[in-house]
């Protein structure tokens, strides 16, 4: 069922979530959830359009990713982990509802992994405030845990390239089965929705929900998180290495011209064929290593590759009315040793160029941040944040939003940031288009979750699309500014995408000229 196609004016009938005690293990939990089901079909609710919620606590730590990896290829699947401690979302407190009851508890939610659609979100048109009420028609803040996962395309304007057709201009789902990796336990949940002005009923949603369940896997073991090696055969970077330096000479030009050009972010697409196929669920657990400070990510509607990541930045994070969001630029290796990388660290302090990278994203960030909230603080206004292979400089912003409804102003003003596009926009905007000759599709776009009284997005960089039988896209940007240097921007790019070559156990990347 598409939910945008459903009158986002009119409210559905029922929102509910219904736990069950925790039990021991994901098979039970199966059955539980399978009894749960039958239930509801012998007692169905009187709406005509509804969405709920079957949740049963697993007294197991498993993680989300060993369970999506054990579900054999199924789609559509998304997953979405945030990061750990440094995530405001860490701190989630739940209200269960199971009849008149309300339990009140809380738990860490470290992750989630979800398969099949109990309702997504597709349009020909670009994501828009319609879109969006159709969207939050589905979520309540008295069901915290029924979200949306998704993306949205880096340019609405740009034309869509084959490899990210099925995505369309933005793609979210509600999962029909989704696992919950949590600080102390895990929880399995089963979702059911219908809108009947949609010719789908309540009676066609648990038919759908009940044939996903038979294909569930409950055998859930743990994943190595490295990959076997992967015979290369070809790597084909667009832009070459010599067009990359006219690009970026180019961009020099007009950010010393009379243009109000300050800033562009260039990227380049890494085409990486394999002898053996890449499986992205394989791929993303090799990332979770690299994941301290960042996010990890899968989004994959049916018949399309899986859009993969392992971001560090954050667009932004809304509980209630409270928002942050972060300043992200400058980039630098980290050092062999603590006396290399602290030497590392002050030299990326004391760069004029990073400076003037990073301030101009921070400014930005924050006057439109000004344009919804009554006050914004940027704490700490400069500082580094460290990642396993590299280091940015950083800051943080929170502000109080005057009402919910600005969450879409918010998503629709943040991006695209200065760390993905440059500054002024439209400037940026514009010069992307005419320079870059691939789709960028998702990557560089907002990637996240719509909740109730709560949503958190990532900006969709240190990404690739995989795909059975293609092998892997891996996409990679830097910022020009004046003081910029092609050939130091295009060894950025190589330590940006190294988290996925050294998956494929590449010491130096074959590189076909185009």
Known sequence: ???????????????????????????????????????????????????????????????????????????????????????????????????????????????????????????????????????????????????????????????ISSEWEAFGYFYFMVPQVEFDELEEGSMLAATVAWDNALSWNLGHAIDALKATLSQISSVVLKQRRQVPWTPMLSNNHIPSKTYWNLAVNRALQKIRSNSALIKVVLARRSTVITATDIDPIAWLACLQVEGENAYQFCLQPPNAPAFIGNTPEQLFHRKWLGITSEALAGTRARGKSMPEDLQIELELLSSPKDHLEF????????????????????????????????????????????????????????????????????????????????????????????????????VGIRSALVEKGLGAMIFAGTGVVEGSNASLEWDELELKISQFTKLLKLEVPLEIKS
């Open 359 to 458: 301030t101009i994203v921070q400014e930005s960030i924050r006057r439109k941040l000004e344009n919804v909230c009554n006050s914004v603080l940027v704490e700490p206004k400069k500082a580094i944040r460290k990642l396993p292979r590299v280091q940015h400089l950083y800051a943080k912003l929170a502000g109080r939003l005057r009402s919910e409804e600005d969450e879409f102003d918010i998503l629709s003003s943040l991006h695209p940031s200065p760390a993905v596009c440059g500054f002024p926009t439209e400037e940026a905007r514009v010069l992307i288009a005419e320079t870059e000759v691939f789709d960028r599709g998702m990557y560089a776009g907002p990637v996240g979750w719509f909740g109730g009284g709560e949503s958190e997005f990532a």
């Open 1 to 159: 069922m598409n939910g945008c196609q459903g009158d986002p004016h009119f409210p559905l009938g029922t929102i509910e979530t219904r736990s069950f005690p925790a039990i021991p293990s994901p098979s039970l939990a199966l059955d539980r959830l399978n009894s749960a089901i039958s239930e509801l079909k012998a007692n169905p609710p009187s709406s005509t359009s509804g969405i709920i919620r079957l949740q049963v606590p697993i007294q197991q730590q498993i993680e989300a990713i060993d369970w999506l990896y054990a579900q054999h290829q199924f789609l559509p699947r998304c997953y979405f982990s945030g990061r750990g401690q440094t995530s405001n979302s860490s701190d989630l407190s739940i209200d269960y509802t199971n009849g008149n009851d309300q339990i009140q508890s809380e738990h860490n939610l470290v992750s989630v992994a979800g398969v099949g659609s109990a309702v997504f979100f597709q349009d020909l048109h670009p994501f828009s405030y319609r879109h969006w009420k159709s969207l939050k028609r589905f979520l309540s803040t008295q069901c915290p845990l029924i979200r949306t996962y998704g993306a949205i395309r880096f340019d609405a304007r740009a034309n």
